[in-house]
Structures are given as structure tokens and as C-alpha cells.
């Protein structure tokens, strides 16, 4: 993956598909950068987002589509993993509910904040994809 050792790519592909937080931040109109903790899916090398429609990470993808995301760190603040990369709103891709893997690992956190399947394939219509252009592990 991109410039990784062997080992950190094993290592990082582990936490890519078990991790179920990473943080997105993208750029305000006015360069503000905001930080978002989001549901991602890793697929072919790419991040997946869906995110509701009208939603600042929405708008600021459309303005900007450079973005970084950033899996949380261990206890003691180490096991870094930063991606830099360029973010598209994709007006093609499947919606969650016919997303078998999103909804695999998704399933009981959608649950979790009473929503059904559909309700959250309502709300969250919209899918980003993300492609990594580096990646930093320390």
C-alpha cells in the first residue's frame, strides 16, 4: 500500500478492514479545516463515506476535493495512520442498503442509534469515495 514496509502494510490493512471510526477533515469555502469522526469502508484501496446530503463534508468535497483521514491512535497515542488524498462525491454508488459489506460491519451501530437499515439509507444518501494519494504510519 502506497510507501509502507511489508509490516506496516499487513498492519494497517488489519485496522483498515477492523477499525469502525476514522476522522475525515476537509476545507471550508474559507479554508477552515474541519475534522469529522465518520463510518468508513476500505474497498480496492479507497476510503468509503456516506454522509447526508446537505452535510458540511458534502459541501466542502464538492469546493475542495483534497481531504485527510486519520484512524484513531492506540492508548498511548501511537499507532498512527494519516492519509492524504482526493475526495469525489459519487452520484453512482450503491446506497448502504444494497452495500452487503457496509451493512455487515455497520449493521449493529446503525442499531444502535434507532435507525433501521432504510432509515439510514435514507439519510445518508450520499457516498464519497477517497483515494489515497500517501500515507504516513508512526
Do not use: C
Request: glycine share 6%; charged share 25%.
Amino acid at each position: 500500500m502506497l510507501n509502507l514496509t511489508d509490516e506496516q502494510s499487513a498492519a494497517l490493512a488489519s485496522r483498515l478492514q477492523d477499525e469502525s471510526i476514522a476522522w475525515i477533515t476537509t476545507v471550508t469555502g474559507d479554508g477552515q479545516p474541519q475534522s469529522s469522526p465518520v463510518w468508513f469502508l476500505w474497498d480496492d484501496d479507497k476510503f468509503l463515506i456516506y454522509a447526508q446530503p446537505r452535510s458540511w463534508k458534502i459541501r466542502n468535497v464538492r469546493a475542495n476535493p483534497l481531504v485527510s483521514v486519520h484512524l484513531n491512535s492506540d492508548d498511548e497515542g501511537g499507532a498512527i495512520a494519516t492519509f492524504e488524498g482526493r475526495a469525489e462525491v459519487s452520484e453512482s454508488h450503491e446506497p448502504t442498503r444494497q452495500d452487503s459489506a457496509y451493512l455487515e460491519k455497520y449493521r449493529d451501530g446503525i442499531a444502535s442509534i434507532g435507525m433501521t437499515t432504510e432509515q439510514f439509507d435514507a439519510e445518508y444518501s450520499s457516498a464519497i469515495l477517497i483515494i489515497p494519494t500517501r500515507v504516513r504510519v508512526y
